[in-house]
């Protein structure tokens, strides 16, 4: 047994969520920052389209309030929902302040005190969406690891796959409250699993649309933080939201290349393979309405006329145009040979955004002490039934600030220092050996998200769903077998923890008899008011406490 040296703070996940509660903890706390890939390759560099910003004043926040709760069906929480709105304009101070390149009226892409140029996006009612032409996220993740960089006390390690947390609970110490003080992390360079000691840990893994065999994620969004905070004791919510985004680009070399909201929000089209427009029949807003409400349209006329697809025009607003407002999808699609500013696009839906996730409180506190979860990875109140276009980033900012700051005020008051870390057991992996056939392994990944696509995507049964409950239960058996008699690896892990995330989504959309917002079942097509409430699951494995 060894003792690790401890930090103060562990962010397991370096995407905006993660990035931003390391900057805004004291420069006097050490703090550990954990990737899974290289520090830039989380999902947050995808994010093509902005972030939600009510820069107006109250009238503006309490209209981005309403688009917020319209679009998430009602569900949403209204007091965070406007707490984190009216924090809006001073997330966008910040992040100019530490030199965010937002496009602005007159220049494009160029910083300074030039008025910013907002784009609109379906659900929200004007436009609000500040962004860096169409590669925001790019932008944002660069800009914060510029700052990043220049602090002494953070310290970044690449290729580091968290296996799972470690809570005072897990070491047995039964006789005091529950806290999380570490975790075993994977060494995916050298395939060791050591052992990190932390006062604070902080999940910031992002979403699990990786479940389904169709996403517009990166293959790190495979649900990590949300399956190790489920068998850790914490209580996940509205898991039966899963956004699938209606317009990626349909083209099996682009791996389901995101196509920006803010292309219908300048005006984009969607027209049937004869050149028939066909979401005004759908919605008032047309093109312009909430995700949901685009995809289902898109999955119905495809079923209806067995197209393969349908597509997205803007070619209509020339080439000077958008080129200046979509350079990167532009010069994506060429690679592919399609033209934007000559033809329309081909798209579908695909997985893109979880709405559930661990349940968090105003500072990103699970029920566990010591324990935080923001961004994707977290169930704050915000999303509701689903998500309005572009508050993900502003999530993201809101509540890396908010953990950064209840750590910072614990640490104050020495509530933090109240309890030592206790001694932490190293790694046993003695009794296990290496894999025999990785066969399994890739064989029940494509299972697992195959199942998901057919059984549990954007039109659901109370049949189809227990079929994949069925086949869930299966692969669950057996994967965990595999996990006990075998050394980990980076796609046994990841498997482990979407089938885990899988069967959260199942039992959470099994639990849901009415359609509400991403969740639409036949057999119960209408909204029942009496269930606008959170979906929430508890762990019977597992008990809670307070922090």
């Known amino acids: ?73 009602d569900l949403p929480d209204v007091t965070v929902v406007r707490r984190v709105v009216a924090s809006g304009a001073r997330q966008i101070d910040w992040l100019r302040s530490l030199g965010m390149p937002f496009s602005s009226e007159d220049a494009p892409g160029e910083t300074g005190t030039e008025q910013l140029h907002l784009t609109r996006e379906g659900g929200h009612g004007t436009r609000r969406v500040a962004h860096a032409a169409d590669h ?24 580091q796959l968290a296996v799972d947390l470690i809570t005072t609970h897990r070491l047995g110490l039964n006789d005091q409250p529950n806290r999380c003080v570490g975790a075993y992390v994977l060494d995916l360079k050298s395939d060791h699993v050591h052992t990190l000691r932390a006062g604070h840990v902080i999940l910031a893994t992002g979403g699990a649309a990786k479940a389904y065999l169709y996403t517009t994620n990166p293959d790190s969004s495979t649900g990590d933080g949300i399956a190790m905070g489920w068998r850790a004791g914490c209580r996940v919510a509205n898991m039966e ?41 759908y919605h ?22 067995g197209a393969d697809c349908v597509y997205l025009d803007i070619s209509f607003k020339g080439k000077a145009f958008i080129e200046q407002h979509f350079p990167m999808i532009h010069a994506r699609c060429l690679q592919y040979g399609y033209d934007m500013t000559r033809q329309p696009l081909p798209v579908v839906p695909a997985a893109h955004y979880t709405c559930g996730g661990i349940v968090v409180d105003e500072h990103g506190c699970t029920d566990i002490a010591g ?43 020495g509530k933090s220092k109240t309890l030592p870390l206790p001694v932490i057991p190293d790694w046993d992996d003695s009794q296990v050996t290496d894999p025999d056939e990785a066969v399994i392994v890739s064989h029940n990944w494509d299972e697992l998200r195959r199942a998901m696509w057919d059984y549990v995507g954007i039109v659901r049964t109370t049949k189809r ?60 097509p209408e909204r029942n008011p009496e269930l606008a409430h959170i979906n929430t699951i508890c762990n019977p494995q597992s008990q809670r406490s307070t922090t």
Not at 50 to 71: K, N, S
Not at 136 to 159: A, D, F, Q, S
Not at 401 to 409: L, M
Request: aromatic share 6%; proline share 4%.
């Open 1 to 73: 047994m060894t003792e690790t040296p401890a930090v103060d703070v562990l962010i397991i996940g370096s995407g905006a969520a993660g990035l931003t509660a390391a900057l805004r903890l004291p420069t006097h706390l050490k703090v550990t920052l954990l990737s899974k890939g290289a520090i830039n390759s989380g999902s947050t560099p995808w994010a093509q389209g902005g972030i939600a910003a009510a820069l107006g004043g109250i009238e503006d926040v309490e209209q981005h309030v309403h688009d917020t709760c319209r679009a998430g069906s």
């Open 136 to 159: 925001t996220g790019r932008t944002l993740v660069e800009t914060l690891l510029e700052t990043v960089y220049t602090r002494p006390n953070i310290t970044l390690l690449e290729h």
């Open 241 to 281: 939201f899963m956004q699938f985004h209606p317009t990626c680009l349909f083209e099996p070399r682009a791996k389901s290349f995101l196509i920006s909201e803010a292309v219908r929000g300048e005006g984009g089209i969607l027209l049937l393979p004869d050149g028939t427009r066909f979401m005004p029949g």
């Open 284 to 305: 008032p807003d047309a093109e312009l309405a909430p995700r949901d409400v685009v995809a289902r349209a898109i999955d119905s006329e495809m079923k209806r006329t």
């Open 371 to 413: 324990l935080y979860a923001i961004g994707e990875t977290s169930h704050t109140g915000l999303h509701g039934a689903n998500r309005l276009a572009s508050n993900s980033l502003l999530e993201c900012l809101v509540y890396g600030e908010a953990a950064a700051e209840d750590i910072a005020k614990r640490h104050e008051t």
């Open 465 to 524: 769903l227990e079929r994949a409950a069925h086949r869930i239960a299966l692969l669950r058996r057996e994967i965990q077998d595999y996990y006990a008699h075998f050394r980990v690896s980076k796609n046994l892990l990841e498997l482990r923890n979407l089938v885990e995330v899988a069967d959260l989504i199942v039992k959470s959309a099994l639990a849901r008899h009415e359609s509400r917002g991403l969740h639409f079942t036949r057999d119960f």
